[in-house]
């Protein structure tokens, strides 16, 4: 069962051992009322880990994202096994706006956080 979701920017961020992609959906306003975060980290001692967290709901570990795949302005990301944490989904459908400054965060992100498990597709 996959998850879909609507973002109008997205970042791109490095911060000492953890690189990280910032999807949100803002308001009218400038609010942020809905968002997603997908960090991966590397520490020292142990090998890189992948933090999905959705309107400060967090989950991940070493084995969470099987594979992604990234075409426009459509990320896919399939998950190992279903998130209990987001109702038993499979997968997250992330689209976002189709702007110079979301795909250039993309270009530059999308690969460094999600590492070998990115697929296919082109940005």
Same mark, same amino acid.
Request: net charge negative; aromatic share 8%; no cysteine.
């Given at each position: 069962?996959?998850?879909?979701?609507?973002?109008?920017?997205?970042?791109?961020?490095?911060?000492?051992?953890?690189?990280? =992609?910032?999807?949100?959906? !803002?308001?009218? +306003?400038g609010?942020?009322?809905?968002? #997603?975060?997908?960090?991966? *980290?590397? &520490?020292?001692?142990?090998?890189?880990?992948?933090?999905?967290e959705?309107?400060?709901?967090?989950?991940?570990?070493?084995?969470?994202?099987?594979?992604?795949?990234?075409?426009?302005?459509?990320?896919?990301?399939? =998950?190992?096994?279903?998130? !209990?944490?987001? +109702?038993?989904?499979?997968?997250?459908? #992330?689209?976002?706006?189709? *702007?110079? &400054?979301?795909?250039?965060?993309?270009?530059?992100?999308?690969?460094?956080?999600?590492?070998?498990?990115?697929?296919?597709?082109?940005?």
């Amino acid at each position: 069962m996959p998850d879909s979701r609507y973002y109008d920017t997205v970042a791109f961020d490095v911060r000492d051992n953890a690189t990280m =992609l910032f999807f949100a959906h !803002t308001t009218t +306003g400038g609010d942020i009322d809905d968002y #997603l975060l997908l960090m991966r *980290t590397v &520490e020292d001692d142990f090998d890189s880990s992948t933090y999905i967290e959705i309107n400060e709901q967090q989950f991940g570990g070493h084995n969470l994202i099987r594979e992604a795949e990234l075409l426009g302005n459509m990320l896919t990301l399939h =998950l190992h096994e279903p998130a !209990t944490e987001l +109702g038993g989904i499979s997968e997250i459908v #992330l689209t976002f706006a189709d *702007t110079p &400054e979301n795909g250039a965060s993309m270009e530059a992100g999308a690969f460094r956080v999600l590492g070998d498990t990115l697929s296919g597709g082109n940005a």
